[in-house]
């Protein structure tokens, strides 16, 4: 049977699945975010008007593929915002290290293809925050709310928290991983991290 005109051929979702995943590959690389939308479709092995009709737009595409670095994430997000692990101390101790060890895994490379791509444009700046940025601070968000809930942290604007608790650490990683800090600055971010959760706790104590 023929398909109906406009209608999407039995491979479609398939073949899209695929360019997303030559092109993540792509665009997490050092320089990735930089790479033009002809030069992503040679990395996919299509040409630009089949990478066009498949995405639309560089815009489109590169909106796509942090939505799917999203998705790809939930389960470690969802483990993050509420995974019993213990008391206070022990639970923030632990979410600031499975940060760490994400980062230094991959999530590093996320956001900085997310910031480099993102940073002053209008209509990817909103996707990087609400795709890759805020999952993260509302992942932290839940597990403070937890520990508030609890009488183990005072009562708070908890989105407050939340950026005060994640921030300084990404930015910390920033500075030492993707902006190679470590080379001419180096940090001992274990060490950090144990100050930083001090500090955090001695701010947010009941």
Sequence with gaps: MARVKGSRNADYE???????????????????AQASFRELAEVAGVSVATLRHYF?????????????????????????ATEPRGPVRESLQ????????????????????????SVGHQTLGPVYVQELLEPT???????????????????????????ELVCPVVLGLLHQVQLS??????????????????????AYAP
């Design 14 to 32: 398939k073949e899209r699945e695929r360019l997303l995943e030559a092109v993540r590959v792509r665009l997490l690389a050092p320089d990735g």
């Design 56 to 80: 639309g737009s560089r815009e489109a595409l590169l909106s796509e593929v942090m939505a799917d670095m999203h998705r790809r994430g939930l389960p470690y997000l969802l483990a993050a």
């Design 181 to 202: 800090g470590a080379k001419c600055r180096p940090l001992d971010v274990e060490r950090f991290l144990e100050d930083h959760l001090e500090t955090f706790l001695r």
């Design 137 to 163: 601070l509302q992942s932290a968000e839940a597990r403070l709310s937890r520990h508030i809930a609890d009488g183990e942290l005072r009562r708070c604007d908890v989105r407050h928290a939340a950026l």
């Design 94 to 117: 632990w979410f600031l290290q499975e940060l760490l060890t994400g980062w230094r895994l991959g999530v590093g490379a996320v956001h900085a293809f997310g910031l480099t791509a």
